[in-house]
C-alpha cells in the first residue's frame, strides 16, 4: 500500500520556478488536472515523496512536474509501477469425523509475498486468533488439510486459517461448528400386559 517516488527537476536556463512535484493517477494520460498532485515547493534538484494508502495489487502511473509563472507546465516522463498483492487465504466448511474430532481444510495464495509460517487457530471464543489454540501447518501456498480432535460434544468452536509474511499475519473468515450427538427419546409406549 505504500510506494516511494523519486525524481530530480534541473533547468537549462533561469526560469521562476512557481511549484514542483509529482502528479499520479491509474491511468495512463496523467496530468495535474487528471490525478492526484503532490506539490513539493520549488526546490530545483532530487525530489522524492512516499505514497500511502495505495490499493494493493494496482499499477499506478506517476511523473514529475514543474509549474513556471501561471501557465506554463512541464512534465517529466510517464512510470509506471504495480503495488505488491497481499496474500489471500481461505478456511473451507468443517467436516466432522467422529464425536470429537473434525476436519478442517483451505488455501493460501500469495504473489509477491513468501509465507514463512501457516496453520490453524481455534477457540470457543468468537475471531480466534495464534494466541489461542493452533495447529502449525509449515509454510509456502497452497491448499491445506488437518484434524483437530478432543473437542468437546455440544460446545461451539470457532476456527480460520492464518499465515505469517514478513511482519504480518493474516487470517481467514471464520467458521463456526458443534459437534453433537443424536437426540434419543421414547416416542411412544403402548400395548403394555401383565409381563411387558
Known sequence: TNATLKGNVTLEEEYEVAEI???YAKSQNVTISSGK????GTTIGNISYELTDLTPNTIYYV???AKFGKDEIEYGSVVNFRTLALPTITTNAIKALNNETIECSGSITSKDFEITERGVCYSTNSEPTISDKVIELGSGVGKFTCEISELKLNTTYYVRAYAKYEDEIIYSEQQEFQITLPDVSIWEISDITYSS
Open 21 to 23: 512535484g509529482f502528479c
Open 63 to 65: 511523473r514529475a512536474y
Open 37 to 40: 498532485t503532490l506539490s513539493l
